[in-house]
């Protein structure tokens, strides 16, 4: 008890101190930026102490996070405050802790989704050295790894208690509702079923509509099924079920095609779970699919070519403008950055331009025949709208399959484990986390956000709670043939 109460002592002593700094020095000579300080030590002890707590305060913040760009013009690099950091210096904290100690789990490193995320950064790592712009590159890369290792790896030492995942989700979608209602309010000011306006209220906190849109999509899965879970605290249930409220009806108000349509297809997906469909089935289905659409892709393009609605404040009409690659300027625009995608890949299939150089290299690639009002040479109108043809454009045909290996191996554990759990409250768990990566997986073949924390570090932690369910499973069942 006297050491209790000696390091209470301590506190209050410091505290005390830093007021009477605070008041008589950095206040006096406005040096109010000082007052960062306390803030910084707090992270760094959570740091070491309770790292757990330093991911779930990322997650919270996440959404809330700002573009460096966006606070201070001037600097010539960005990166999103507080978050990204604070995750750099997870990063630190973990190479120290790996050279000292090197305890991270064998099982996990050797699952093949490991290898695979593995396969995928050294590759990136490789094209990055021979690449176009290789500073541009190193930092793409740097910012991956960042995000894997603080969500991934450590994501997988969260997980060992289960409730951290739930914390995780209800942080996360905390921190979503004051950019949601940042929004709204913005909006209401235009008329919130203004389809111009969606696009640019959640602006600085998501750069346009479809991130934000993507983001909605991806938590609403799981928000819905932990209302489901009778085993789950009254108190996050009912916190889900408000959220998910809030959720729905910003993705409505959004108006962001993309995500309509990725969660309409992750949805599509729910009966093969609930038959237990085999994945190799699906993927053999949707091989099938892939062939019917490049055999008979002219009739599509020609059916396709003859709708002329454009995007519009009415729902319905917002809706059947998906399709319109004719007169739409955001399809067309889609078109275009795909189509310069493809011809730098001709260019360069290998090794690509190399990783974070699309949106620098990509200008003189572009058609006139798809060019549109918001098309752009100044190297400032973003990436490839497609996280498999960007990959392909940036780091050769094998970067793109080191993608999709990657998200056929994640889809496959995902399945693997709904099959396997008898537990009712697992398979709602796994419904959730693999319904919201579909989701994203969908998106990614019209935008791509992996590269930016609002995406990265949900997406990155739901894969590895895939992963360490696999594992758990795996396990017990080698447990029961052991007492066999």
Not at 16 to 26: R, S, T
Not at 211 to 225: D, K
């Amino acid at each position: 008890m006297p050491a209790a109460r000696r390091k209470i002592q301590v506190f209050y002593l410091v505290s005390a101190l830093f007021l009477v700094l605070d008041l008589f020095f950095i206040v006096a000579k406005g040096w109010l930026w000082l007052n960062l300080f306390p803030m910084v030590f707090a992270f760094v002890l959570l740091a070491f102490f309770r790292p757990d707590y330093l991911l779930l305060l990322v997650a919270f913040f996440t959404p809330l996070s700002l573009p460096l760009k966006e606070l201070f013009p001037g600097f010539s690099f960005d990166m999103s405050l507080p978050t990204e950091p604070i995750i750099v210096g997870v990063l630190l904290l973990f190479v120290l802790k790996l050279a000292q100690k090197r305890d991270l789990p064998g099982s996990f490193l050797k699952h093949p989704v490991s290898l695979a995320l593995a396969v995928y950064l050294i590759w990136m790592f490789l094209t990055s050295l021979t690449g176009t712009m290789v500073v541009v590159s190193l930092k793409y890369w740097l910012s991956k790894i960042w995000f894997i290792v603080a969500f991934y790896l450590l994501g997988q030492e969260l997980l060992r208690d289960k409730n951290n995942f739930y914390r995780f989700v209800l942080l996360y979608c905390s921190g979503f509702l004051p950019v949601i209602a940042y929004a709204w309010w913005r909006q209401s000011a235009y008329g919130f079923f203004d389809s111009h306006a969606a696009n640019f209220v959640m602006n600085p906190f998501f750069k346009d509509h479809t991130s934000y849109g993507a983001m909605l999509v991806f938590f609403i899965p799981v928000l819905y099924v932990m209302t489901r879970m009778s085993d789950l605290k009254r108190s996050w249930r009912v916190v889900a079920g408000l959220q998910l409220v809030f959720f729905l009806v910003a993705l409505i108000l959004s108006y962001t095609r993309a995500a309509w349509l990725s969660f309409f297809v992750a949805l599509g997906v729910l009966p093969l779970l609930w038959f237990k469909v085999k994945f190799r089935s699906i993927l053999i289905g949707g091989a099938f699919a892939l062939i019917v659409f490049f055999v008979f892709q002219d009739a599509f393009v020609e059916r396709l070519a003859t709708n002329k609605q454009q995007s519009s404040s009415k729902l319905a009409g917002h809706v059947e403008s998906i399709s319109n690659i004719s007169t739409d300027a955001s399809n067309v625009e889609r078109l275009n950055r795909w189509s310069s995608a493809i011809a730098m890949f001709k260019e360069k299939p290998v090794f690509g331009w190399g990783p974070g150089t699309y949106m620098f290299q990509y200008a003189p690639f572009q058609r006139t025949d798809l060019r549109t009002i918001i098309s752009t040479n100044s190297g400032d109108g973003g990436n490839a709208h497609s996280e498999y043809l960007g990959a392909m454009a940036e780091s050769g045909l094998p970067g793109m399959l080191t993608v999709v290996l990657l998200v056929l191996l994640v889809l496959n554990t995902g399945f693997r484990v709904y099959g396997n759990s008898l537990d009712k409250e697992r398979r709602l768990m796994v419904i959730g986390v693999l319904i919201a990566l579909i989701s994203y997986f969908v998106h990614g073949f019209l935008n791509n956000f992996l590269d930016t924390d609002k995406a990265a570090v949900p997406v990155w932690f739901f894969v590895a709670v895939l992963v360490v369910l696999d594992l758990k499973q795996h396990h017990a069942k080698n447990r029961i043939e052991e007492e066999k």
